[in-house]
C-alpha cells in the first residue's frame, strides 16, 4: 500500500498528532482526526487539513487504512487493549509514544488481521498541545521504528514511507533497544533536569536572590524540566528499569568526578574532562551539520 | 572618580576581557589591554579599540586607574600574588573570575594603596577567545559585585556605574554567598552535565547508533559541557566545598525522584513533578520578559 492512497487516522490532536496532520497533508488518500477533547477537535477544523473530524476513536479506527496513535504512552496502552476487546481494528496500526516496549508488547495481542508497528519521532518541544504544532518539527530528525516479528514488509514499507515523507530518518530497532537507548539519551537527561531544578527550588530563599544568579547554563540544563509531566511520567514508568539503570551509572560517574575535584590535582581534573569535552563538541558539530 | 575620566587596563583578553572592552569603548578615558598570548594581541590590534596594547602585565598596572583582570580564577589568583610580591600596584582593582571567595580572600593581603573588589558577570558562551567577543553580551545580565571591607565607597561606585554602562545590573553580595549560590546555579549544572555526557559516552556502542537517538533534551542539558575545561576547572577546585554541597544535595533529590518512580503510583509522580514544572516555567517566563 502506497501512501498516497491511504486513509490515515490520527487518534490523539496534541503536538505530536496536530503536527503528522500538518505534515502528512497532500501525501495521503484521507485524513481523519479523533480527540476527545472539544476544544483540541475546534482548532483542528480551523486548520482546514482533515477530511474528518470526530471525538469517537471507533469511528476513526473503522474509516481508516492506518491509524496513528498519537497519545500518552497510557493511553496508548488504553486503547490498544480496547482493540484487544471491542473497538474496530484498522489493516495498520503504528503509535507515536515515546517507550516501545510496553508498547510492542501489548500490540502482539492484537487481533490477527492487525499489522501493527511502533514509531518514536524524536522531536519536540515543551509546548503541549495541538495549537503548538507544526508541520516542520518532523525535519531532519530521527523517526524510529520497532516491527514486531508479525508485521509484514508492507506495513514496514508503509511506515518507512510515511516517515521519510515528513522529512524524517527512519531508523529500524529493536523495541528494548530502543528504550534501553532513550533511557540514556532522553529520559535520564529529563530526570537530571528535574533534580536539577528542585535542588535549585530548595536552595532559593524567600529573597528570591538565587533568579538574579541564574544564567544560560542553568536555563539550558534545567529547559526539559518544564515538560508535560502527564506525558513524560507515563514515559518514566513505562522504562524504569532501564532509567533506573542509567541513573545508577550517572550517581557513580558523578561520584568519580567529585573524588576528582574533592582529591585530584588540577591537571588531574583537566585530563578528566577534556575527553568529554571533547566528545561533546563532536555531538554539537554533529548536530550543527545536520541543521 | 567617573568612568569617563578612568583609565582602564584589562588584564587578559579572553572572551570576557575582548567583550568588556568592546563595551567599555567610548565610556572610558583610555583602554589598555594585556595578554601573553600574541595571536589575542594580534587580534585585538585589528579591533582598533585599544589605546594601547602589551603583553606585560607589569605595562598595563602600571599605566591604569583602574586595572580589571579577565583570567581564568587562577591565573587571577597568581596575578594578585605578584602585585603582593613586585608588580606595580593599581589604584583601582577588580576582577572577573566565577567564583570569589578565594578572589577576594588574597585581595586582602594587597598594598594598602590598592582599592580592590570582586567582580562577576554572569554571562557566557561556549566558545572561548577575544575571537568570540561581542559587546552585547553582559545586556540584562547580572553583575554581581563584592566588596571587601577595605573597598572604599569610590571604588563600589566606580564598579557599580561600570557594570550599568555595559548595560548589565550591578548586584552587590558577599563573595561566601555568591558562591553558595553559584554552585547550584553555575557548577552543579556544569557538573551534572558533564556527567550526563560521560554517561553517554560509556553507553555509546562502536556503531554510534546511540547518536542517531539524540534529541534536543540531550543537547540542551548537555550543552556546558562542552566549556572550556581549563577555565570551568579553576571555578570547580575554588568552590570545591559548596560544589560538592550542591551535588549531595542533588544526590539525595535524585533517589527521592527514582524512588517515585521505582515503587510511587503515576498520580504521586504527577504530583511530585508538578510543583518543579511549575517553578521551571515561571524562570522561562522570567528569562523571556527580561530578553
Same mark, same amino acid.
Request: aromatic letters at 8%; proline letters at 8%; charged letters at 30%.
Given at each position: 500500500m502506497k501512501l498516497i492512497e491511504t486513509r490515515v487516522a490520527i487518534i490523539g490532536l496534541g503536538l505530536m498528532g496536530g503536527s503528522l496532520a500538518r505534515a502528512l497533508q497532500g501525501n495521503v488518500a484521507s485524513l481523519i482526526g479523533v480527540d476527545i477533547n472539544p476544544i483540541s477537535l475546534d482548532y483542528a477544523r480551523g $486548520? !482546514?487539513? @482533515? /477530511?474528518h473530524l470526530s471525538p469517537d476513536s471507533a469511528e476513526g479506527l473503522r474509516r481508516c487504512d492506518l491509524a496513528i496513535l498519537a497519545l500518552p504512552v497510557r493511553g496508548i496502552l488504553d486503547l490498544i487493549a480496547r482493540i484487544n476487546r471491542d473497538l474496530p481494528a484498522p489493516p495498520y496500526l503504528m503509535d507515536l509514544g515515546s517507550t516501545k516496549k510496553a508498547i510492542t508488547r501489548s500490540m %502482539? *495481542? $492484537?487481533?490477527?488481521e492487525v499489522n501493527p508497528i511502533g514509531g518514536h519521532p524524536l522531536c519536540g518541544k515543551e509546548t503541549a498541545g495541538i495549537q503548538a504544532s507544526? *508541520? /516542520?518539527? @518532523? %525535519?531532519g530528525s530521527t523517526f524510529v521504528l520497532t516491527p514486531l516479528a508479525r508485521t509484514s514488509p508492507a506495513c514496514l514499507s508503509l511506515a518507512e514511507e510515511l516517515a521519510a515523507s515528513i522529512g524524517a530518518r527512519p531508523l529500524v530497532m529493536d523495541a528494548e533497544e530502543h528504550d534501553r537507548m532513550l533511557a540514556i539519551t532522553s529520559h535520564l537527561p529529563y530526570l537530571v533536569s528535574v533534580t536539577l531544578t528542585k535542588t535549585a527550588i530548595e536552595a532559593?530563599?524567600? !529573597?528570591?536572590l538565587l533568579r538574579e544568579l541564574i544564567a544560560s547554563g542553568f536555563i539550558d540544563t534545567t529547559r526539559? *524540566?518544564?515538560?508535560d509531566v502527564r506525558m513524560i511520567s507515563d514515559v518514566l514508568l513505562t522504562n524504569r528499569v532501564h532509567l533506573l539503570q542509567a541513573l545508577r551509572h550517572f550517581s557513580g560517574n558523578a561520584e568519580t568526578l567529585a573524588n576528582l575535584i574533592e582529591n585530584g590535582s588540577p591537571d588531574a581534573l583537566c585530563e578528566g574532562l577534556m575527553p568529554i569535552q571533547r566528545w561533546r563538541q563532536g555531538i554539537q558539530k554533529h548536530a550543527f551539520e545536520e541543521a
Open positions: $486548520l !482546514d487539513i @482533515f /477530511d %502482539q *495481542a $492484537l487481533p490477527g507544526e *508541520a /516542520d518539527i @518532523f %525535519q532559593e530563599g524567600p !529573597d528570591r526539559i *524540566a518544564a515538560s
